[in-house]
């Protein structure tokens, strides 16, 4: 258990954004914002290839921000009944007194250790985790629901399966940049088609996510809301 690295996490995750989607966006648009500007100046093959390997580890992460900050989200609004009985399934360690007392020392709540120790760098663990947490097949829910948004209402839009292959390969594609840099990868629609899929899940995610908390949200919390 490292606690350092724990602590880092709550800070980090308390100096973001209170709403994980509009977090996911400021981290998301950071780099693809440097990416469209440095490209509009017809610069070098080698430094657009260059921002496009870091606009793509940084889509992951901020994916992966996305739902370590729903998941905090969904402990800090809902109520404790609707997630208590699912923390074993998340979360099935055993500690030593000594590890106890050092969450205690640095006042960590379990939650805090529970969401921190959950990885969602592949489709597979994003399933796994928000199945458990909603209690039916996470993935399946959010292609299921067609959505109207804002700035289009006129027309409905849904998640497609293969979105969810194409984020797939964009985890593992990242996985391999991190692993070996001078992997070659050239610009091109196939990886801007990967990383609107990641945008696309995390949009679709995030209406499901939202519907769980106000159908689960605490009665404390709207309780101190209405006051």
Do not use: W
């Not at 648009?29 to 610069?43: G, I």
């Not at 793509?56 to 989200?73: F, P, W």
């Not at 796994?128 to 629901?145: L, Y």
């Not at 969810?164 to 992997?183: A, G, K, S, V, Y």
């Amino acid at each position: 258990m490292d606690v350092k690295k724990i602590t880092s996490n709550t800070n980090a995750r308390n100096s973001r954004n209170s709403r994980p989607y509009t977090a996911f966006n400021d981290l998301f648009n950071s780099t693809d914002k440097a990416l469209r500007e440095v490209l509009s100046l017809k610069v070098s093959q080698e430094t657009s290839t260059t921002l496009m390997k870091s606009h793509v580890i940084n889509s992951v992460t901020a994916l992966e921000v996305y739902y370590k900050d729903m998941l905090d989200s969904i402990f800090k609004l809902c109520k404790p009944s609707s997630f208590e009985k699912k923390l074993k399934k998340l979360h099935d360690k055993t500690y030593k007194i000594d590890d106890l007392l050092d969450l205690y020392v640095h006042r960590i709540h379990p939650l805090e250790l529970i969401a921190n120790s959950l990885s969602f760098q592949n489709t597979y663990n994003i399933d796994k985790v928000f199945s458990i947490i909603i209690e039916e097949p996470f993935f399946k829910k959010i292609k299921a629901g067609t959505y109207r948004i804002k700035e289009n209402p006129e027309n409905e839009f849904s998640l497609k399966h293969e979105q969810l292959e194409l984020l797939q390969e964009l985890f593992d594609m990242r996985h391999e940049l991190i692993h070996n840099p001078n992997t070659n990868y050239s610009l091109n629609k196939d990886i801007y088609f990967k990383i609107q899929a990641a945008q696309n899940v995390v949009m679709f995610s995030d209406f499901v996510l939202n519907q769980y908390i106000n159908d689960n949200i605490d009665p404390e919390i709207e309780k101190n809301e209405s006051q």
